[in-house]
């Protein structure tokens, strides 16, 4: 008895029928029986269906004679399924690449529920992708079980099939079936879920939700659109059969009224002809289940009046809406002009010269190099004041107590970056951030270039899509001063950005605790046994696919690779932390702990000092770690389409700083075989060190304060500094 039985229902999918069945098929769990039901389609899904099944014996195919519709094929499939768990799949989504397993996993461990409810994204024709913006209340449920009646908030999230699994036995036990017409998973979920017994979630995508452009049925203008009154009629009609569920048919009559009247107000749901006949049955379903004593406001209140109402409600709203838009449209400009004037107000007024103005990675709090020269400065020069630009008042919530802060684009931020002598960021400042004469601008950057940067991009259309390259360099003119770890840095970043700045050789701020070293709590904080080896995965994100999200590694079969006595961190790039990536299994693995996810560790310079390896990509933090002189593994499996696509100064596969993998196979056998740690991986490393540490000596804060900020001379040295150019170079020379 297979673990699975996948039902897929085909009509007209042609065009995504093959990706969805390889999706299926190329999962790492293979235990399932694929029932893939031919909804007497009339392009060739039928032929589509037979030839897999033809060449893999977990595809079992059924031909109907006539069209059924969606709800009925899935009828259909469910007679043929043997599996512990039916999961209906339509035929132009798919699987997203370890999603059985994952799913798998999670019904292990909550002891077989009678429905797993998993995490989707929308991935749209134009090629975004868009995770499901009520997946925290898969993540809030827990590892346990529940029933409905203790987690009602369950029933916000989208009322479809496809984003769960069911425990056949209990649909047997039911019996659920679909009925025919339009919005068919409004009747079979609702009941599922208020006659579970042990709901469970997870926390992962495991579906891309694919949104067509064309095509999607709900999408058509019809009169089908209302079947979604006979749909509710059955929702309403198991409730009266089942007397201890009429405590939620408050709930379920509102969601109806909420649901009509979401359709009605879609432009191509309807035939304009037909919207009043819908709103007028709907208001009389309305009001013939409305619960005795139910309250009826908000939205659905308008459904207690007529037609002529609704529609002067909605021109209302819509009128409302666009006064309220000029309002703060006006509210906007006369806030920029006062903003302006308090601006040009404190600009008349002699710079501080002890005000030092600092932010980091758009204004996301005390990171990086800001960071470090911040707290060097408040050891060495107590005299000056440092202020820092964060983005919001949460940001402001987390930063430490007693640091003097802003908020950007506030009247006292305005007051602050008019009179401040310095300014240090890793970032540009805001272009309406006017540069005084006499104030001086500290680049730090964020980290060596090894990726194109800056002008560099003007020929990679694909890495610069949404980047204003001509605005970036016209905001970078205000550097007077650029921070440089190496005479690669120096080159590249005289080239990638051509304006008039100085080089100067300080080292990086941010990796001077990488080379004194310091107490570090990670480990602890994440009960990471001491004896263990610590292997962080470090990816950076990829510019040849939107949204920057490529899965190289499964990261579970990794884990499980590294064996015994191993932890597997893993720390996804920056713009990754708040999109779709860590929903594709990262942070349910995390729950697990099956892996320690670092993404949000707000101090990376903690995860690089709690790792015995670093396993990246393309990723700058190879630097970083570098610094360590501990073992580096480049796992390069798509370096000519990533190096195509953003462009990159170094072939890191042939310098690399480590030993380089180009398929997972190669990546575990390094760590099995011990050769990850090798003499050939320290002399890489050695020569890697050489060319990008260069002026990493752990006193880099300490000299960007003396020798900028107070413009004291070094204590044992003198500083080298190198005039900005009037012409990038044209090429970079060797190091």
Request: aromatic share 8%; with cysteine; net charge neutral.
């Amino acid at each position: 008895m297979p673990r699975f039985s996948l039902i897929v229902p085909c009509f007209k999918v042609q065009a995504f029928l093959r990706e969805c069945l390889d999706s299926v098929l190329g999962q790492s769990f293979g235990d399932f029986e694929l029932i893939a039901v031919d909804d007497c389609s009339p392009d060739g899904c039928g032929a589509i269906l037979d030839e897999y099944a033809a060449r893999d014996p977990r595809v079992k195919v059924l031909h109907l004679p006539e069209n059924v519709g969606l709800g009925r094929a899935r009828n259909a499939g469910m007679p043929e399924a043997t599996g512990d768990y039916l999961f209906f799949l339509d035929s132009d989504d798919t699987l997203t690449p370890g999603a059985l397993r994952a799913i798998a996993d999670r019904l292990a461990e909550s002891a077989d529920p009678d429905v797993l409810v998993f995490d989707y994204a929308r991935t749209y024709w134009w090629g975004g992708t868009r995770r499901n913006v009520l997946a925290h209340v898969l993540a809030e449920a827990g590892a346990g079980t529940f029933t409905v009646a203790e987690r009602p908030e369950i029933l916000d999230l989208l009322m479809v099939v496809w984003n769960k699994v069911y425990r056949r036995e209990f649909v047997a036990e039911h019996a659920f079936a679909f009925p025919p017409g339009y919005y068919e998973d409004t009747p079979w979920t609702f009941p599922v879920l208020l006659s579970a017994r042990r709901i469970a979630t997870l926390d992962r995508i495991c579906l891309n939700y694919r949104q067509r452009r064309q095509g999607n049925i709900l999408s058509t203008t019809s009169r089908k659109h209302f079947d979604i009154h006979d749909q509710y009629e059955r929702v309403f009609a198991f409730l009266a059969e089942r007397p201890e569920l009429a405590q939620w048919l408050p709930y379920l009559h509102r969601k109806m009224g909420e649901h009509c009247l979401d359709i009605l107000a879609k432009p191509d749901r309807l035939p304009p002809a037909d919207k009043a006949e819908f709103f007028r049955r709907t208001a009389e379903m309305f009001r013939r289940h409305r619960p005795e004593g139910a309250t009826v406001d908000g939205e659905v209140a308008v459904l207690e009046g007529s037609w002529a109402g609704y529609l002067l409600r909605r021109q209302a709203g819509r009128a409302g809406r666009e006064a309220a838009r000029r309002a703060a449209q006006a509210r906007r400009g006369a806030a920029g002009r006062a903003r302006t004037g308090w601006a040009a107000l404190h600009r008349h007024r002699p710079l501080d010269e002890d005000l030092v103005v600092y932010s980091a990675s758009s204004h996301r709090g005390l990171l990086g190099d800001p960071a470090a020269v911040y707290a060097a400065a408040r050891e060495i020069a107590p005299r000056l004041r440092g202020v820092w630009v964060v983005r919001d008042a949460e940001t402001a919530a987390h930063l430490p107590s007693g640091v003097e802060h802003v908020v950007v684009g506030s009247r006292r931020y305005l007051e602050v970056t008019a009179r401040a002598k310095f300014f240090v960021n890793d970032v540009n400042w805001p272009g309406a951030l006017a540069k005084r004469p006499g104030s001086v601008h500290i680049h730090t950057h964020q980290g060596t270039p090894l990726k194109y940067l800056g002008a560099d991009l003007l020929d990679k259309p694909g890495a610069r899509l949404g980047f204003d390259v001509p605005q970036m360099l016209r905001r970078a003119d205000r550097w007077d001063y650029s921070l440089v770890a190496s005479r690669h840095s120096e080159l590249v970043f005289e080239r990638a950005y051509p304006c008039h700045f100085t080089s100067v050789r300080t080292g990086s701020p941010r990796n001077d605790v990488l080379v004194n070293g310091g107490p570090g709590d990670f480990r602890e904080r994440h009960g990471i046994p001491a004896d263990h080896t610590v292997v962080l995965y470090a990816p950076t994100r990829r510019d040849y696919r939107r949204g920057g999200h490529v899965d190289r590694i499964d990261l579970a079969r990794f884990a499980a690779d590294l064996g015994e006595g191993h932890t597997l961190v893993v720390r996804l790039h920056p713009s990754l932390a708040s999109g779709p990536a860590r929903g594709m299994g990262l942070a349910e693995l995390a729950r697990r702990g099956i892996v320690v996810d670092a993404t949000e560790e707000p101090r990376v310079a903690d995860v690089l000092l709690a790792a015995d390896a670093l396993v990246t990509d393309y990723s700058s933090v190879m630097v970083d770690y570098a610094v360590l002189d501990r073992p580096v593994v480049v796992h390069a499996d798509d370096w000519p389409a990533f190096s195509a696509s953003r462009g990159a100064y170094v072939d890191l596969t042939a310098e690399p700083p480590g030993h380089v993998s180009r398929s997972y196979r190669e990546l575990v056998r390094l760590f099995s075989s011990g050769a990850w740690r090798d003499e050939e991986s320290a002399r890489l490393r050695a020569d890697f060190r050489d060319r990008f540490c260069t002026y990493e000596d752990g006193r880099a804060a300490e000299r960007v304060v003396r020798t900028l900020l107070l413009g004291d001379p070094m204590p044992g040295e003198n500083p080298v500094r190198i005039p900005g150019q009037a012409v990038a170079t044209d090429a970079l020379t060797s190091a």
